[in-house]
């Protein structure tokens, strides 16, 4: 909104928002739409679609009022000099209204509410090219004869122009008819009434542009074709074509016009339109068979909202075909079985997806070994496998030693399995699992070919294969097993079976008992005789001498990481204390400190299980960081003279079919180790891997 | 190129080649190889269709706002008659009838058409920046009048081909100058327009695009009557 200040301005311009109902001697109304009835077209707006405006002379500025200036307002249209006269505005209702249907309704409200004058009642071209005008006569005026109103129009193309008599009169119909010498297009006319004594009534709304006013003439020549009927037969579609109207001349482009279907079924009350479109042919689209219908089009000029009236109807009917009802029926039943067996199918995959997942894609198997995580069996972690392999848990298996072992010659393992029948032609049955497990020097001195044994990972030397690694394990195997008292013997192999050449490998072990091995009792329980301050535990006085014998060896083992094994070392008896709060078993290391000879001793009977156990302890020497404190007791206060035994373990069968048990510690151990290599504390699991490495550090 | 070995630059040069030919021998082949008689005015109706499509929605654009208009001003009844004397193209002699405009010769058709266009460039360019001034506005309008004013260039432009085509065609003569100064057509009217008011100024331009909408349609149907009239 703005001020207007030019000078030549002289209305009032108000623009109300707001609905308001102004009584008094204007007409109620409730919207401006309906109610545009007052003499000078006094209207306020209430709903933002329709203008109207009010004029009130002498004032020059525009404003918005607000619901609560009505008052202000009242005042201002009760001040308000009804200067124009209450003619008709039809003409410029008919060009600012979007809807042409509502100006009727207004004249007819006009003509009934108030006395009016002679007015205007339309004006209209068809073509563009000529335009009439029709006049009514008003109520109150006595008119004699028509011919007594004159019309008057003025072409404001040029300010000084003046006031034509209508160039055609119709007398009959109240009509002026301009021609096309008298028409101009695009420039405002305006008409008035002159009635007798030169009255005139002049409605300044009756000013108009020839193009604002033109209202086409329905099309000719309507007609239909069919299309296509839907395959049912109930539905069909239908092109409805037809001629522009002849006065409107679209040819030379003068005129664009724009066409509107509407139709209907014969009997209903409402049309349904389609959109205006420019061309001469429209699809209508979805009729029903059997029904008849009622099809007419009106037209509109392009960019210009008025409509001209309608055309004449014509009938559109397609009867239907029931021949094809079966057809459809079983087209129907069709679809909708297949499509309720594929809906079962859907739900039979989807309620045994499970299954049917397991038919179409099995899984593949992947390698399961108990105890290990298959995902450790992916790249990259072949370390952590090793490591669990090989004993990193306690839950290692049986064969893993042999492949952390591998390159460690001096560690044989113990395995037991029936091919070990065929190695013991010469052994007697009195060989037990015990001894067997063990590896312990058969009496029978034969059958210790490797070959017999095909497994290679055992690294099984040959018979006469003095290696130290069989003294190891012969220690592993004897120090597991607690000792009988007085009956050890250095499990040991003297130092001087082994060649120097296999010495190599096994730095450590430096039992050697000199020409006096002891057996290392393959006692399996011992009864724990005293325990010593230091913790230590002494078993039985037996023990005591391998508890001497392996002190030194122990000792020797200490200072001579990887030196050869060739030095005699004094037998000593090492007290071997299993740390009962440690992993509990006792360590190879002590084991091969017991030094016993890889005689014919045999353990009792029986396999006898391994279990930790505390043993004396290892006397003076460096105790392993973790496990085992091997204290070695002074040897010979710590010589107890235990009482004997509660129990024992028979040793061996005599020939005479009597029990020894207490081998002579005088034999010589047998010249050739059995080849069963021990296996069985690390397959066991009762000696810890780090025990077995600070064994061969 | 670095990574370009000389056998596939000579593929590719060969490639070039090859389409360049293509495309040259394409701009001399015209779209009327048998060369009839009504072909070679096709390309000149598609032109005509195209800028009548664009004068129509112009005028429906210029109609929108010109409503709008009326919706937040409510100007006085007689605003129509006092309009014509304030359009300021008023001066632009323009056939006002149909007779009228089918005896003009096309040359000054198309002239009247041009000079209607150059008089409304300023105007509505000043009108839009005046209707975004206005916060009452919304940014609907706003953009219509954008529109309105973009369009009219456009159109001016399009009208000018079209023109070049029907003088390179020999339809008409070039006697058609460029009118593309706008100060020598508006010498006398060149203020007036400032005076006018906004919904005067939308009420003169919407007569002048049915205006032009109409000559357009008019000159194309006597150039080139058998493409859709």
Same mark, same amino acid.
């Given at each position: 909104m703005h001020l207007c200040t030019e000078a030549h301005l002289n209305y009032l311009y108000i623009d109300l928002y707001v609905h308001i109902k102004v009584r008094k001697h204007i007409t109620q109304f409730n919207s401006c739409e309906e109610t545009c009835l007052v003499g000078p077209e006094f209207c306020l707006r209430g709903k933002p679609s329709v203008s109207c405006s009010i004029e009130v002379p002498y004032i020059k500025s525009v404003m918005a009022v607000s619901l609560s200036y009505d008052l202000l307002l009242l005042?201002?249209?009760?001040?308000?000099?009804?200067?124009?006269?209450?003619?008709?505005?039809?003409l410029t209702d008919h060009n600012r209204m979007t809807s042409s249907g509502r100006s009727e309704k207004k004249q007819q409200k006009r003509e009934?509410?108030?006395?009016?004058?002679?007015?205007?009642?339309?004006?209209?071209?068809?073509?563009?090219?000529?335009?009439?005008?029709?006049?009514?006569?008003?109520?109150?005026?006595?008119?004699?004869?028509?011919?007594?109103?004159?019309?008057?129009?003025?072409?404001?193309?040029?300010?000084?122009?003046?006031?034509?008599?209508?160039?055609?009169?119709?007398?009959?119909?109240?009509?002026?008819?301009?021609?096309?010498?008298?028409?101009?297009?695009?420039?405002?006319?305006?008409?008035?009434?002159?009635?007798?004594?030169?009255i005139t009534y002049f409605n300044e709304d009756d000013c108009f542009s020839v193009e604002n006013i033109v209202r086409p003439d329905p099309p000719v020549s309507l007609n239909w074709t069919l299309l296509i009927v839907s395959p049912s037969g109930l539905s069909y579609d239908v092109m409805v074509s037809w001629e522009p109207p002849?006065?409107?001349?679209?040819?030379?482009?003068?005129?664009?016009?724009?066409?509107?279907?509407?139709?209907r079924e014969r009997n209903a009350t409402t049309w349904e339109a389609l959109e205006t479109q420019p061309h001469t042919q429209q699809t209508i689209y979805g009729l029903q068979a059997g029904t008849e219908y009622e099809v007419h089009i009106r037209t509109k000029m392009k960019g210009f909202p008025k409509f001209g009236d309608f055309s004449d109807s014509i009938f559109v009917k397609v009867t239907e075909i029931p021949l094809r009802e079966s057809a459809v029926l079983l087209t129907l039943v069709l679809t909708f079985g297949v499509a309720g067996i594929l809906i079962l199918i859907m739900l039979i995959v989807v309620s045994h997806q499970q299954r049917l997942m397991m038919i179409l894609l099995p899984p593949v198997p992947a390698p399961k070994i108990k105890g290990i995580d298959s995902e450790l069996l992916k790249k990259g972690k072949l370390e952590e496998l090793d490591f669990i392999?090989?004993?990193g848990g306690l839950g290692g298996l049986p064969t893993y030693i042999s492949d952390y072992y591998q390159d460690e010659p001096w560690v044989e393992f113990i395995e037991v399995d029936e091919e070990d029948a065929d190695c013991g032609e010469k052994e007697d049955q009195k060989s037990s699992d015990t001894q067997r497990l063990l590896g312990l020097p058969q009496r029978s001195v034969g059958c210790f070919s490797a070959d017999s044994h095909p497994d290679d990972d055992s690294g099984r030397a040959s018979c006469y294969d003095t290696d130290l690694s069989e003294q190891d394990t012969h220690l592993l195997a004897a120090s597991l097993l607690p000792g009988q008292p007085e009956d050890e013997e250095a499990f040991l192999h003297p130092d001087e079976k082994a060649p120097a050449s296999e010495t190599n490998k096994s730095p450590l072990i430096q039992t050697e008992s000199e020409g006096k091995p002891t057996w290392i009792n393959t006692d399996l329980y011992a009864q724990v005789s005293n325990v010593m301050p230091s913790g230590g535990v002494v078993l039985s006085p037996g023990q005591q001498l391998r508890i001497q014998e392996n002190t030194e060896k122990e000792s020797q083992k200490k200072g001579t990481l990887g030196e050869d094994t060739s030095k005699l070392n004094k037998p000593q008896f090492q007290l071997l204390v299993v740390d009962p709060d440690g992993s509990g078993y006792t360590s190879e290391i002590t084991a091969r400190q017991i030094s016993t000879p890889p005689s014919s001793l045999v353990p009792g009977e029986g396999y006898q299980t391994i279990y930790p156990q505390p043993m004396e302890t290892k006397p003076a020497a460096p105790s392993e960081p973790n496990q085992s404190p091997y204290i070695l007791p002074d040897s010979p206060q710590t010589r107890l003279f235990a009482p004997v035994a509660d129990y024992t373990v028979v040793q061996e069968l005599d020939t005479h079919q009597s029990l020894l048990l207490n081998?002579?510690?005088?034999?010589?151990?047998?010249?050739?180790?059995?080849?069963?290599?021990?296996?069985?504390?690390?397959?066991?699991?009762?000696v810890t891997p780090d025990l077995l490495g600070n064994l061969s550090s | +190129?670095?990574?370009?070995?000389? *056998? &596939?630059?000579?593929?590719?040069?060969? =490639? /070039? +080649?090859?389409?360049?030919?293509? *495309? &040259?021998?394409?701009?001399?082949?015209? =779209? /009327?190889?048998?060369?009839?008689?009504?072909?070679?005015?096709?390309?000149?109706?598609?032109?005509?269709?195209?800028?009548?499509?664009?004068?129509?929605?112009?005028?429906?654009?210029?109609?929108?706002?010109?409503?709008?208009?009326?919706l937040y001003f409510l100007p006085s009844k007689n605003q129509i008659g006092r309009v014509s004397r304030n359009c300021h193209t008023s001066t632009i002699l323009t056939p006002n009838g149909k007779e009228n405009a089918q005896r003009i010769a096309r040359e000054e058709l198309a002239e009247i058409i041009l000079k209607l266009l150059v008089a409304w460039r300023d105007p509505l360019w000043h009108f839009h920046q005046s209707m975004s001034q206005h916060d009452e506005f919304t940014n609907f309008s706003s953009n219509k009048s954008l529109e309105m004013s973009d369009m009219v260039h456009e159109l001016r432009k399009g009208v000018l081909k079209v023109v070049e085509k029907m003088q390179m065609l020999g339809i008409i003569s070039n006697s058609v100058g460029d009118t593309g100064s706008p100060e020598a057509l508006l010498t006398s009217d060149s203020a007036e327009w400032r005076f006018m008011k906004d919904y005067d100024l939308l009420y003169c331009f919407r007569r002048d695009s049915n205006k032009i909408q109409n000559y357009l349609k008019i000159l194309k149907c006597r150039i080139v009557p058998k493409h859709g009239c």
């Open positions: 005042l201002v249209i009760s001040s308000l000099d009804w200067s124009s006269t209450p003619g008709s505005a039809f009934r509410a108030t006395p009016v004058e002679p007015h205007f009642t339309e004006c209209m071209s068809r073509d563009l090219e000529t335009f009439r005008c029709w006049w009514s006569p008003g109520t109150f005026h006595n008119l004699s004869s028509p011919e007594e109103l004159r019309v008057f129009y003025l072409k404001r193309n040029s300010p000084s122009s003046e006031w034509k008599e209508c160039p055609e009169y119709s007398h009959l119909n109240r009509e002026c008819f301009f021609d096309a010498n008298h028409t101009s297009i695009w420039i405002p006319y305006c008409l008035q009434l002159r009635g007798q004594n030169n002849p006065s409107a001349d679209v040819s030379t482009g003068w005129m664009r016009i724009e066409y509107e279907i509407q139709y392999l090989n004993g081998l002579p510690t005088q034999q010589p151990p047998p010249p050739c180790l059995p080849q069963h290599p021990l296996k069985a504390p690390v397959a066991i699991g009762y | +190129l670095p990574g370009l070995d000389p *056998l &596939s630059a000579v593929w590719v040069g060969i =490639i /070039c +080649l090859v389409f360049s030919s293509r *495309l &040259s021998t394409m701009k001399a082949a015209s =779209i /009327c190889p048998n060369d009839q008689t009504g072909c070679h005015l096709l390309p000149l109706a598609n032109l005509f269709d195209r800028v009548i499509q664009h004068s129509a929605r112009m005028h429906g654009i210029s109609d929108d706002l010109h409503s709008e208009f009326e």
